[in-house]
């Protein structure tokens, strides 16, 4: 155990907890009728205090008591961001169980695997949608003895017994707590710091996911390492959008939220998190790149659209908020004309940008989970917006390292937070010691051996320490790429170049072993889309738009764009439209979107050949797989470009 | 029973658009009316609300002839319904599409509603409420102030269906509610069109093509052919009956279900 920095568990917040139910309970002592959770439902946002939280999580608690659960047992929460899912997660903690978020987009095959590795005996279902792949599931979930539903919509005739309502569990909570006045407090008292707090079932690019496993005290110093660099007050607002089974969200609205006492807030349902962002206006903000991306091209879009006053302040100011946010950067000074230009641009676009993008009062954002590109962090400063990148890896509870306000360096993750140490191997690769790294994969001791040698952590990420300590991370040390003739890149850094722009949503760089580096591209449906609809350039399905010449010329002025910057050798040469959108259903690519490069290099061998081989098109068989789990093959001619020189157009036709 | 139509007759200049028809509805059920084009679907649907009067026959709900009733009336005993054609304002968002939806229910007059405290105040809180119901109940939150014109089409169908659900119906009447719709549409749709049943003991009454959906929601079917009922039945019963099998192919028979699609 590394010796340096955050200090006990419990340290100086006045706080003796060395749980995280100890820091829920502790607070809610102190100020019980403080806000702690809101949630938007029909239209308004209903509040929980503290002491109506800790109400329901005594309540589950003790209904999960009463039914058996003993210390060490497992309880998995599929659910969407709600507060009855964190009331869970809290409550089973207290209980003395384990808690294992899985993700709710993930398909039966998916739930079962990760709630029958981790032996659950209980499962929290948010509605018909989980407890339907459930039922599928249940002839490979013998363990499970209960599954209790929160939302009862189209329940009503489903036999109950396995199934039940939460209600009914919370009813019976409280009639144990009726009949055992002392128990919530008993159990909560006989929680320890080294228990396991969860189980977080990490994606994996590779092979099945692996549970790793965190105690309380790896999440709680985790919080306080962070809250020793950055400024969080209690009582300060942050909004749950993001699946609780990646862990970054859980480090955040149940470690740090629970640890500092913030309000957390649920949006009514994915599609209005950004409506309700502004209506809560949060003061710290986490999310991964492919937020960033997806809000950064839709800012690009609608300003596309809109009047050509609006796009002139646009170009106008954006190039000088950006210049300014750069010497800030660089602590370089701001004279004083490109200051009054600042002045006018924050009154006309930087201020109203914000507020659009619910940041009125964003003290910082962070990025976190997967590189983003330079080029979005600069224009999200530009507008005003303190975005910064945070770096870790699940094993080590997501905060590692981080950019301070002062220090903020475009392209590095920033320096180590107080506690962790960090070194590169003789290989390159970023390793950390220190006390949130976690206590081993859920029965795979193998792996955690491969993960943990002599107390580091090892990432998998080849990195480099720029001479003021902060961090570069090139890439996955697996996937740096050689060309034939020994020059070395990293795919992320040139995808994301690619992704910058708005009409690219996915690209994976390929060139290992060859003379020069291409890349296959999934265009962005929704703002190609667009794009098409404002030229009246007809079109009828994804794989029909991609083929069109004109979207093809599009995305090489995007090539040629991100190829502008980078060496010689490794720019982009050719390229390729793919037919379909890499999809985690096809397991082309993680729930968490990381692309998994060995199934996708293996389904789209012959593009990949192709590139070499000199041709203008290749056709190709795909399988892809609907909603419902049936499957079809998409048979498809796909254009390939040089970059530099225009050619055909591929076809497209499907066949179940 | 909820629903009889009693031996309805119909005709348009020299076109019988129905002849005789008798159907009996229980509460809760899920009745589907199925036949060829021009069997004369929407035009029962037509002689339920009161858009047209029959010739001959009656309806009643509950007792009630609706037969001499204008399709205002109709609609206020609680007979909502959907059009095969979308019959949305489109220039409106979806929430004052819903709300003008409890039209009917809204009991407050001109001059109260000026005023808007007291009583009016309260019925719009109670109204909004409702309509909030029927919003989460059809997963639409996102598209609350969107204008309804705008939506793809499958959301249109979906706030349509909610417009019909905001005033409350014992019986709902769905015209081709999947009409134009993808698989995944169609699924969902089915999927909400069980929901309203269980969850608020909604009778249904359902006109639609995909036979598939229809043999999987109903709980009984009757088929029309030429304006006259051929069968009347549960879903295997209907399948199997040799009227049906010839309305649909013909003299060749063959398993109705497989062959429509």
Redesign the interface.
Known sequence: MSATGVGPVAGPSGLRADTLPKFVVERTRANPRRPAMRER???IWREYTRGDVLDRVGAIALGLAALGLKRGDKVAVISGNRPEAVWTIYATQVAGGVPVPVYQDAIAKEVQFVVDHSEARFVLAEDQEQVDKLLEARGGLPRVERVFFDDP??L??YARGWLEPLTDLMARGREAARRFPGLFDELVAAGRSDDVALISYTSGTTGLPKGAMLTHANMIIGARQFLERERVDEGDELVSSLPLAWLGETAWSIALAGVRGLVVNFP??P??VLPNLREIGPHVVLAPPRIWENSHSEILVRIEDSTWLKRWIFRHFMPIGEEVARRKMEGRPIPRSLRLRWLIGELLLYAPLRDQRGARRMRYAFTGGAPLAPEIILFYRGIGVNLKQIYGQTENCAFCCGQSDDAVKLGTVGRPYPGVELRLTDEGEIVTRGRTVFAGYYKNPEATRGAVRDGWLHSGDAGLLDPDGHLVVVDRLKDVTRLADGTTLAPQFLENKLKFSPYIREAMVVGQGRPFVAAMINIDMANVGKWAERRNLPYTTYADLAQKPEVYDLVLREVERANRDLPEPTRIRRYLLLPKELDPDDEEITRTRKLRRGVIAERYAPFIDAFYDGRTEVGVATRIT???GRTATIHATVAIRAVGEATGSGSVSARA | MLLEIQQVSKAFGGVQAVSDVSLTVHPGEIVSVIGPNGAGKTTVLNLINGFYRPDRGRVLLEGIDLTRLSPSRVAALGVARTFQNIALFRGMTVLDNLLLGRHVRMRSGVLASFVYWGRAQREEVAHRARVEDIIDFLEIEDLRKQPTGALAYGLQKRVELGRALALEPTVLLLDEPMGGMNQEEKEDMARFILDVNEEWRTTIILIEHDMSVVMDISHRVAVLDMGRKIADGTPDEVRADPHVVKAYLGETAGPVGVATR
Do not use: A, L, P
């Open positions: 439902e029909k239209g919509k189209g009503r005739h009514e349902k599609e209005t609907y909603e419902d």
